[in-house]
C-alpha cells in the first residue's frame, strides 16, 4: 500500500513535531504501507530522522497541473490531507482521483474533493489533536499525542526536574535565565530529593552553557544540547516536573502530558499570547499556562516565587 500525506505549510521545529503522533499512528493503522509526506519544506526530514515515514517529496515550486501530474503518476491507494488552508491541494487532490481520499478544513466546500472529510475549526483545540482527530474518523479510533512515546523502549522514571528555556521566535517568549536559575535553587532547596536538573539547550542557548552550575544546591545539573527527538521523549517520560517556555521541544512534553508549568509572552503591546494558546497549549490535568502581568505585558513580569510555589504544590501532588 502507497500513502500520501499533505502536510502544513509551517516549517518550525515545534510546527513538525505536532504531526509526529499522526505519523505514528498512521505507521499502526497501516503497518506494512509506505507512506510518503508531500511538505514544501526540506524541515520534514526530521520525520524522516525518526523513522515515521518513508520518504518526502517536496512539491513547493509544483504548478497545480504539475501537481495533479505528479499525485496520479504516484498511483497512491490513500491520501490524507492535514493542509487544510490551501485551496490549490485540496482541488489537487480531487483531480488526481486517487483511490481512497481524506481530508479536513474549515470550507465545506472542500468537503467535494473527498471520500471522507471532517469540518474542523482552528483554534478549538491543540493542534497535534486536530491532526489526529482527520484519522480517528477515518478509522473510528481514538489515539492521542501520547502515542509519541511508542518511538522509543520504555524509560525508567526518575526523580528529576527538566527546565526548557528556549525560545527562538524571539525574546518576548523568553522567561530569562535569571529567573530559571533561581526558581530551580528554591525547588532544590524545598524538594531535597530530586536526582538531577536537566537543562534542554537549542542552538540559541549555547552560551548559557558557561552560565550554569554543574551543581544546583548539590543536586546535579545535566546539559542537554539541541536532543533529538528520542532523547527529548526519554527527559519527557523521566521528568517528574518540567517548566518550559513556548518552544519547539515543549511540544515533547506537552504531548507525552508531563506534569508541565508553560510560561507565555506578549508579542507586542496588542498581541496577547491567549489567540496563540488556543492551538499550542494543551490543556490536561497536570499542565499549567502562566501568562504575564496584564499591565506590564512581558513574560519577565512572570515571578519567580509564582512559578515556585506552582511547581513545588504540583510536586506535592
Known amino acids: 500500500m ?26 499502526a493503522e497501516y503497518p506494512e504501507a509506505k507512506i510518503e509526506v508531500w511538505s514544501k519544506f526540506e524541515q520534514s526530514k526530521l520525520l524522516l530522522a525518526v523513522d515515521a515515514v518513508t520518504s518526502i517529496i517536496n512539491y513547493k515550486k509544483f504548478s497545480f497541473i504539475h501537481l495533479v501530474k505528479e499525485l496520479k503518476k504516484q498511483k497512491y491507494d490513500v491520501v490524507y490531507n492535514l493542509y487544510s488552508g490551501s485551496d ?23 468537503k467535494f474533493c473527498y471520500h471522507k472529510y471532517l469540518h ?7 493542534i497535534a489533536n486536530s491532526h489526529l482527530a482527520l484519522l480517528n474518523t477515518v478509522k473510528d479510533c481514538s489515539y492521542k499525542p501520547s502515542i509519541i512515546s511508542t518511538l522509543v523502549q520504555s524509560t525508567t ?8 528555556p528556549g525560545g527562538g521566535a524571539g525574546e518576548y517568549k523568553r522567561w530569562s535565565l535569571e529567573h530559571y536559575l533561581a526558581a530551580a535553587e528554591r525547588i532544590a532547596i524545598e524538594h531535597p530529593n530530586l536526582t538531577a536538573i536537566n537543562w534542554v539547550l537549542g542552538p540559541d542557548e549555547k552560551h548559557y ?8 544546591v548539590n543536586v546535579p ?12 521523549i ?17 511540544h515533547i512534553f506537552q504531548m507525552l502530558t508531563v506534569p508541565l508549568i508553560t510560561l507565555w509572552g506578549w508579542k507586542d503591546k496588542k498581541t496577547s499570547p491567549y489567540s496563540t494558546m488556543r492551538e499550542w497549549f494543551y490543556s ?7 501568562t504575564p502581568n496584564e499591565e506590564d505585558k512581558c513574560i519577565n513580569s512572570i515571578s519567580v516565587d509564582k512559578v515556585c510555589s506552582l511547581a513545588l504544590a504540583q510536586l506535592k501532588r
Open 221 to 232: 545539573v545535566k546539559l542537554h544540547h539541541s536532543p533529538n527527538v528520542y532523547e527529548l
Open 209 to 216: 552553557e558557561g552560565i550554569i552550575p554543574t551543581k544546583i
Open 120 to 126: 474542523i475549526n482552528k483554534g478549538v483545540q491543540y
Open 234 to 250: 526519554d527527559l519527557a517520560l523521566s521528568s517528574k516536573l518540567s517548566i518550559a517556555n513556548d518552544c519547539g521541544p515543549t
Open 88 to 110: 490549490k491541494v485540496h482541488a489537487a487532490i480531487k483531480f488526481a482521483n486517487v483511490r481512497q481520499s481524506f481530508g479536513h478544513s474549515s470550507n465545506n466546500l472542500h
Open 2 to 27: 502507497k500513502i500520501a500525506v499533505f502536510v502544513p505549510s509551517r516549517p518550525h521545529f515545534g510546527n513538525i513535531l505536532t504531526q509526529l503522533p499522526f505519523f505514528c499512528a498512521l505507521k
Open 157 to 164: 522514571h526518575r526523580n528529576e526536574i527538566t527546565l526548557l
Open 284 to 290: 490536561y490535568e497536570n499542565s499549567w499556562a502562566i
